[in-house]
């Protein structure tokens, strides 16, 4: 079956925040979100990990992140940034949903919803990393099917004053936040490839996050996922898709032409990731998203 849209005309350009590389430096941290907003980006997107595993002991340990990895926790970076910026969507792309507690999760993201004055978009996923479960307390083997129970209690924590609810993992009796976010309910977007986390996207959220490229294959998974949220009964034109382009794989003269095959592919929103790309302090990395907007006109 084919695509259920036509490409989209207007796509939204966000940036990566450049995690690992921007230093714990609060000012510029935010010299850098003020910079991507000055410069006209839609949105900032940041990664989560809470601790990194020390490879050491763990022969033959494949994880993208290690201890020596900094991450700034995305929801207290958020608050920071709602404080610094006026206008730029703060975005989880994403939080590891499972390994935090659920109403402690709404709190938090209401909290920033509020104090952004409704600019938070709250992607979600599943992870990779059991050390960090192990951590954090929370079970590595049923985080599938528990964050769909998650999701659930969320936006009902984010849209009734009280709530009561009984599922599988969670209890809640005749509770609520205070205060509730700006908006009811903030927006869910899903990370991640497998096709459980596509199908579960489409049911249960109002966009992905995929790791493809703008290629045939991409195409071939993005209009698979538009079947899926078609066949859950939910129209495929409203359904967000947010591309990923890093720098370091195209070439500056590139960009703009990468960032039209992006367009041409169908995504709502696109984040350019400054990450790896040799860039060796804050300041190369706005210099870089300058040149990029520069570049691809933005």
């Given at each position: 079956m084919?695509?259920?849209?036509?490409?989209v005309t207007?796509?939204?350009?966000?940036?990566?925040?450049p995690?690992?590389?921007?230093?714990?430096?609060?000012?510029?941290?935010?010299?850098?979100a003020?910079?991507?907003?000055?410069l006209?980006?839609a949105?900032l997107?940041?990664f989560d990990?809470?601790?990194?595993?020390?490879?050491?002991?763990?022969?033959?340990?494949?994880?993208?992140y290690?201890?020596k990895?900094?991450?700034h926790?995305?929801?207290?970076?958020?608050?920071?940034?709602?404080g610094?910026?006026?206008?730029?969507?703060?975005?989880?792309?994403i939080?590891?949903?499972?390994?935090?507690?659920t109403?402690?999760v709404?709190?938090?993201?209401?909290?920033v919803d509020?104090?952004?004055?409704?600019?938070?978009?709250?992607g979600?996923?599943?992870?990779?990393?059991a050390?960090e479960?192990?951590?954090?307390?929370?079970?590595?083997?049923?985080?599938?099917k528990?964050?769909?129970?998650?999701?659930q209690l969320?936006r009902l924590l984010?849209?009734q004053?009280?709530?009561?609810?009984?599922?599988?993992?969670h209890?809640?009796?005749?509770?609520?936040?205070?205060?509730?976010?700006?908006?009811?309910?903030?927006?869910?977007?899903?990370?991640g490839s497998?096709?459980?986390v596509l199908?579960r996207?489409a049911?249960?959220a109002?966009?992905?996050?995929?790791?493809?490229r703008?290629?045939?294959?991409?195409?071939?998974?993005v209009e698979r996922?538009?079947?899926?949220?078609h066949?859950?009964?939910?129209d495929?034109r409203?359904?967000?898709?947010e591309g990923?382009?890093?720098?370091r794989?195209?070439?500056p003269e590139d960009?703009?032409?990468?960032?039209e095959?992006?367009?041409d592919l169908?995504?709502?929103?696109?984040?350019?990731?400054?990450m790896?790309?040799?860039?060796?302090?804050?300041?190369?990395?706005?210099?870089?998203?300058?040149r990029?907007?520069?570049?691809?006109g933005?």
């Amino acid at each position: 079956m084919g695509c259920y849209t036509a490409p989209v005309t207007t796509m939204r350009v966000g940036v990566v925040f450049p995690q690992t590389e921007i230093s714990s430096d609060p000012v510029a941290v935010r010299d850098y979100a003020q910079a991507a907003e000055d410069l006209g980006y839609a949105h900032l997107v940041a990664f989560d990990h809470v601790v990194g595993a020390d490879p050491t002991h763990r022969p033959g340990w494949r994880g993208a992140y290690t201890y020596k990895d900094l991450f700034h926790e995305p929801l207290v970076l958020f608050g920071y940034l709602a404080g610094v910026t006026r206008r730029l969507e703060l975005v989880s792309g994403i939080i590891i949903l499972p390994q935090r507690q659920t109403v402690l999760v709404a709190k938090q993201a209401a909290e920033v919803d509020v104090l952004s004055g409704g600019r938070l978009r709250f992607g979600v996923g599943i992870g990779w990393n059991a050390v960090e479960y192990e951590a954090l307390g929370e079970n590595f083997h049923d985080r599938g099917k528990r964050s769909e129970e998650q999701v659930q209690l969320l936006r009902l924590l984010w849209t009734q004053e009280v709530v009561t609810f009984k599922g599988r993992w969670h209890q809640v009796t005749e509770a609520g936040l205070n205060p509730l976010p700006v908006q009811r309910p903030i927006p869910i977007w899903l990370g991640g490839s497998a096709d459980a986390v596509l199908r579960r996207a489409a049911r249960l959220a109002e966009g992905w996050f995929p790791q493809i490229r703008p290629d045939e294959s991409g195409r071939a998974t993005v209009e698979r996922l538009k079947r899926y949220v078609h066949e859950a009964g939910r129209d495929p034109r409203a359904f967000g898709i947010e591309g990923r382009m890093a720098i370091r794989n195209v070439a500056p003269e590139d960009w703009g032409k990468a960032v039209e095959g992006w367009k041409d592919l169908g995504v709502t929103h696109l984040a350019v990731n400054t990450m790896n790309a040799g860039l060796t302090s804050p300041q190369a990395h706005i210099d870089a998203i300058r040149r990029f907007a520069e570049v691809a006109g933005l």
